[in-house]
């Protein structure tokens, strides 16, 4: 028997998905208005108001859901009055508590917006809470094979990163022209190698690098995380990684492959450091070990007071002693902050090249350049023609399958496959070509420029130039003793040969014609560039 709804202590329950302020912000205010304008219609008896921002889809994350289930076990309500079925519940556990509490008389009557559930009508609201639950799995389902669909087709499916976003006309992905400049300056400070994550924190806020502003969301200097987060994205080099799967993207690339991977290989050691309340300017912090036990070079400053009552600081050098392993034996030995600098100038002075060297380093390169480049478009063709015959052959092996001159389907698709891999592989030879190529040139300008202007930097009153030297100068940078230890780079050994090589000229032939001459410099530059 039917219970006389007005007879009922009724509990009005609104919900909206999302807790974000932004979002359906009108929708639990709408909800309420509605159930109050009802009961007020119909004469009904409201004891509570209770409302939330939480998801449905999963049970015991609702408090007020609780709290009005609660309500109804003590005998407080017995009637629940909400706008659609599918606020009071989404998933089959919630769904099939109500039902149970329904079928043990404890809840008389539910009220919606389009239909009104009674005693008698328990399986009804079995079904359509069921139904409820369906769709949302099905919504679910279709939005993932959206996103997956749009994720091969080369877009990002959801926000992009700082530096982007989206276009709402054409639904692509664009520059953002606030912070694209800006995320690049970010890069390109880290590329120099002289700038730890924690000190890259403080130049992007420095520089006013913001995330993006929806509405209340964002707005807000990126964090440690934040920055370390950017620089391993390799959606910034165009590459696009969902669920797991890498795919190539359509939208701009900020910097190349090749930056990208410099960067992973500078975001290891010293490079990750959080930001320090206190920063001390020591010109070859992170930039020198030990010889003995491979940990940092650490400074300690003296201060020296004389008899007239002066006083002057001396910085001294020496191993830091953190190894637990040993106890090295360098830690106790000092050398002077200006001694180690001098032995660093004299390292420089190996690979220091004049103006002149420099000039006629540069028309080398052009001619060599051009030498290669002939080379490299011959090349390029000869593969090309090769690509173009693989791809005729693989139309006329599809053709030969559609007309049935080809039964064999196993076969088939063995040699489309075997000939598809073979256009691919010719595609990568040819890319590596053009890349290899653009790459050489661009180690032989840098290895040039430094030759020509790192001892000038060093000499400069910029700490960072001075340690962009110093990362530039050596894959391996050691203190042994007092001395310093470098392994130069694998680029600059032909230049320091070249050098030294020029010097002994000068010092056994000093009345030869050829001494200090351009066709000394021109040969032995040449035959650096063609090495």
């Known amino acids: ?298 400074s300690e400053t003296k201060t020296r007071k004389y008899k007239n009552g002066k006083t002057q600081e001396f910085t001294y050098c020496h191993c830091s002693g953190k190894c637990k392993k040993m106890d090295c034996p360098q830690r106790k030995i000092y050398i002077n902050e200006k001694e180690l600098v001098k032995q660093v100038k004299d390292e420089l002075a190996k690979y220091t090249i004049d103006q002149e060297f420099f000039n006629l380093a540069i028309e080398a390169l052009a001619e060599e350049e051009e030498r290669r480049i002939g080379g490299q478009e011959e090349e390029i063709a000869r593969l090309q023609k090769q690509q173009l015959q693989k791809k005729n052959e693989l139309s006329g092996l599809r053709r030969m399958r559609y007309s049935g001159e080809i039964t064999d389907q196993e076969w088939f698709m063995t040699e489309q496959k075997d000939i598809e891999g073979q256009i691919e592989g010719l595609g990568n030879q040819i890319a590596q070509i053009e890349v290899a190529e653009k790459r050489w040139r661009e180690i032989a300008d840098e290895t040039f420029m430094f030759a020509r202007y790192a001892k000038e930097d060093f000499d400069s009153d910029s700490l960072e130039r001075k340690q962009y030297v110093l990362k530039a100068l050596g894959a391996e940078l050691k203190l042994s003793g007092r001395t310093l230890v470098c392994s130069p780079v694998k680029y600059l050994i032909p230049i320091q040969k070249a050098v030294s090589k020029t010097e002994e000229v000068k010092e056994t032939a000093r009345t030869c014609d050829l001494q200090g001459s351009n066709d000394l410099k021109r040969t032995i530059i040449s035959t650096w560039c063609t090495g």
């Open 1 to 298: 028997m039917k219970v006389d709804k007005k007879t009922v202590k009724y509990i009005i329950y609104a919900r909206k998905s999302t807790e974000s302020s932004d979002k359906q912000v009108q929708s639990i205010d709408d909800q309420i208005r509605l159930a109050k304008a009802r009961a007020k219609r119909e004469g009904l008896n409201v004891v509570a108001v209770l409302s939330e921002a939480k998801s449905g889809g999963k049970p015991g994350i609702r408090t007020e859901f609780n709290k009005m289930i609660e309500m109804i076990n003590d005998g407080k309500a017995n009637g629940i009055l909400s706008w659609k079925l599918d606020r009071i519940s989404r998933n089959p556990q919630d769904s099939g508590y109500v039902h149970q509490m329904i079928n043990d008389h404890k809840i008389h009557w539910i009220l919606t917006d389009g239909r009104d559930y009674s005693e008698d009508d328990d399986i009804i609201f079995d079904v359509e809470s069921s139904m409820d639950a369906r769709y949302r799995k099905d919504l679910m389902k279709n939005v993932r094979r959206g996103m997956q669909s749009k994720a091969e087709k080369g877009w990002r499916p959801c926000m992009p990163p700082v530096g982007y976003m989206n276009d709402r006309y054409e639904k692509i992905i664009v520059k953002d022209p606030e912070r694209w400049d800006l995320v690049r300056k970010v890069f390109d400070k880290f590329l120099l190698g002289t700038t730890n994550v924690g000190q890259l924190t403080q130049f992007a806020e420095e520089i006013g690098l913001r995330t993006f502003r929806h509405r209340k969301i964002g707005g807000q200097p990126l964090s440690y995380s934040g920055i370390r987060s950017m620089l391993q994205n390799k959606f910034y080099a165009g590459a696009l990684v969902y669920n797991g799967v890498e795919y190539k993207g359509n939208h701009p690339a900020l910097i190349s492959v090749e930056e990208y991977d410099r960067v992973q290989e500078l975001i290891g050691g010293t490079h990750n450091n959080r930001p320090q309340k206190e920063c001390y300017d020591f010109l070859f912090r992170g930039m020198v070990k030990c010889a003995t036990c491979g940990y940092a070079i650490v």
